[in-house]
C-alpha cells in the first residue's frame, strides 16, 4: 500500500512538533535535532519537518512504497508523464537508507517516489548535505532544473 509523503521546512522544530503533535494526536516516530517524521494510517501519510530548508513551508511532495513491485509500478508513472525524471537511485538522506526517482510538475513542486529499505544514523552524505543548505530534499543541486524550487 502506497502512503503519501509530506515534507516541510519549518522555523522551529520544537513549537512545530508540539502542534504536529497535537494535530495528529501521536508523537513521532523519528526524532532528530533537525527533523521529525510521524507514519500515520489515518490518514496515510509519511509527514517529516525539518529546520534544514531556507523556505518556509512545502518543500517536496512524495509516495512512499512498501515493496520493489509498487515501486516499479511508480516509476513507470513517472516515466510515462511528459517532464523527466531524475533518478537517484540508492541514497541516504532523511536519517533513512532508500531507493529514489525525483519528477517535478509543471508548477516546479518537486515530488520523489521511493522505497525505504532501513534508517540510517545521519540526515544524508557530506554531498547532499551541502545542497541540503538551500533545501531540504536530498537530491543534489545539479540535478534539478534551474528553474526548480528544489536544492
Known amino acids: 500500500m502506497k502512503r503519501l509523503h509530506v515534507n516541510l521546512a519549518v522555523d522551529d522544530l520544537d513549537t512545530s512538533i508540539g502542534f504536529y503533535t497535537s494535530l495528529f494526536a501521536s508523537e513521532p516516530t523519528v526524532l532528530k535535532e533537525d527533523y521529525a517524521k510521524w507514519m500515520l494510517d489515518d490518514p496515510r501519510v509519511n509527514f517529516a519537518i525539518t529546520t534544514r530548508g531556507q523556505r518556509k513551508g512545502i518543500d517536496h511532495l512524495g509516495i512512499q512504497v512498501e515493496n520493489e513491485a509498487e515501486l516499479g509500478e511508480v516509476y513507470a508513472r513517472l ?34 517516489t521511493f522505497l525505504t529499505r532501513g534508517e540510517s544514523p545521519v540526515y544524508g552524505s557530506d554531498f547532499i548535505e551541502a545542497a541540503a543548505r538551500d533545501s531540504a530534499c536530498c537530491t543534489p543541486q545539479q540535478k534539478m532544473p534551474a528553474d526548480s524550487g528544489c536544492c
Open 79 to 112: 516515466q510515462s508523464t511528459t517532464a523527466p525524471v531524475i533518478e537517484e537511485g540508492e541514497t541516504t538522506c532523511c536519517y533513512a537508507n532508500s531507493e529514489k526517482s525525483w519528477i517535478f510538475d509543471p508548477d516546479g513542486i518537486a515530488w520523489e
